[in-house]
């Protein structure tokens, strides 16, 4: 079986690929009923990235996962996220609020499109094809993180309505994005998300992102997001990156509900932390549709 390094160093894209990027051009008309299966984000996606809490419990989700992904070679191609954690999700936060506030079908799907050709100059630059494993990956995060992220912030499960609509919207921008083997369903996405876990492993990149958040978050943010992790991510993820679902994760998942109904959850916020929600808070009022 190719590693996602071999797969990474093809030249040419697969069958799927080239379908997919036809595919991603998106429908002339409504006749197949495509724009309304694959319509822009719903209500619940939308609301989760435009909340401050929700993208620092996503933030964090996302670094311990990147951390045990083979995609972390090519975040380290980039220098992106291993130089700045902070900077590199509060651009990803801006992409997001791009597609949420799209006002109408077709900007939507321009907005998919651009992120798309973000990566492909990096495909270009490189000589190497990213893996359609890794893209789809980060799309399986996307609708992992959004569900966990709901339901710490609820202290509560998520109803198979919402869930269904969670994958549905993330669903939607895979297809835009020309992402193959994205899961139909909420059932199909569980499956494919315990497969492509069974794929990550503690790698030659893992000491050095968490070292990189160590020096871009300071020690007391640092260990706060090895801490909070546990809450956000699934137990294979601890497994690998060495996260214990301790005491303070325990205590996080009873109390943060509570505090932030009552709006003094930031007090307990270390200063990088509380700079981070700041910015995205900025961001978010700025791009207000």
Same mark, same amino acid.
């Given at each position: 079986?190719?590693?996602?390094?071999?797969?990474?160093?093809?030249?040419?894209?697969?069958?799927?690929?080239?379908?997919?990027?036809?595919?991603?051009?998106?429908?002339?008309?409504?006749?197949?009923?495509?724009?309304?299966?694959?319509?822009?984000?719903?209500?619940?996606?939308?609301?989760?990235?435009?909340?401050?809490?929700?993208?620092?419990?996503?933030?964090?989700?996302?670094?311990?996962?990147?951390?045990?992904?083979?995609?972390?070679?090519?975040?380290?191609?980039?220098?992106?996220?291993?130089?700045?954690?902070?900077?590199?999700?509060?651009?990803?936060?801006?992409? @997001?609020?791009?597609?949420?506030?799209?006002?109408?079908? $077709?900007? #939507?799907?321009?907005?998919?499109?651009?992120?798309?050709?973000?990566?492909?100059?990096?495909?270009?630059?490189?000589?190497?094809?990213?893996?359609?494993?890794? #893209?789809?990956?980060?799309? /399986?995060?996307?609708?992992?993180?959004?569900?966990?992220?709901?339901?710490? @912030?609820?202290?509560?499960?998520?109803?198979?309505?919402?869930?269904?609509?969670?994958?549905?919207? #993330?669903?939607?921008?895979?297809?835009? @994005?020309?992402?193959?083997?994205?899961?139909?369903?909420?059932?199909?996405?569980?499956?494919?998300?315990?497969?492509? /876990?069974?794929?990550?492993?503690?790698?030659?990149?893992?000491?050095?992102?968490?070292?990189?958040?160590?020096?871009?978050?300071?020690?007391?943010?640092?260990?706060?997001?090895?801490?909070?992790?546990?809450?956000?991510?699934?137990?294979?993820?601890?497994?690998?990156?060495?996260?214990?679902?301790?005491?303070?994760?325990?205590?996080?998942?009873?109390?943060?509900?509570? /505090?932030? /109904?009552?709006?003094?959850?930031?007090?307990?916020?270390?200063?990088?932390?509380?700079? @981070? #929600?700041?910015?995205?808070?900025?961001?978010? $009022?700025?791009?207000?549709?």
């Amino acid at each position: 079986m190719q590693s996602n390094a071999e797969i990474g160093k093809q030249k040419q894209p697969t069958e799927s690929r080239q379908k997919l990027e036809i595919d991603s051009e998106g429908p002339k008309s409504d006749s197949l009923g495509v724009r309304q299966v694959h319509r822009r984000p719903g209500p619940i996606v939308a609301n989760l990235w435009s909340d401050p809490d929700s993208l620092m419990l996503i933030f964090a989700a996302s670094s311990a996962e990147f951390a045990v992904n083979p995609i972390a070679e090519w975040l380290f191609y980039t220098g992106r996220l291993p130089s700045d954690p902070a900077g590199r999700f509060l651009s990803t936060i801006t992409y @997001m609020r791009q597609l949420m506030l799209a006002p109408s079908h $077709d900007d #939507y799907v321009a907005a998919c499109r651009r992120i798309r050709g973000v990566h492909t100059k990096l495909e270009e630059e490189r000589g190497q094809l990213i893996p359609d494993e890794s #893209y789809l990956d980060v799309l /399986l995060m996307g609708m992992q993180h959004s569900l966990t992220a709901l339901e710490v @912030m609820r202290g509560k499960a998520v109803t198979p309505e919402e869930a269904a609509e969670v994958v549905r919207s #993330y669903r939607s921008m895979a297809y835009y @994005m020309a992402v193959p083997g994205y899961p139909r369903n909420y059932a199909a996405f569980r499956e494919l998300r315990v497969q492509r /876990l069974n794929s990550y492993q503690f790698n030659e990149y893992t000491a050095k992102l968490f070292a990189a958040y160590r020096r871009a978050l300071g020690w007391t943010g640092y260990w706060m997001l090895r801490a909070l992790s546990p809450t956000v991510v699934e137990p294979r993820i601890c497994e690998l990156a060495g996260l214990r679902h301790g005491l303070p994760a325990k205590t996080f998942e009873l109390l943060f509900p509570r /505090l932030r /109904l009552i709006g003094i959850h930031r007090l307990f916020m270390p200063s990088s932390a509380r700079r @981070m #929600y700041g910015a995205a808070r900025r961001i978010i $009022d700025s791009t207000v549709g």
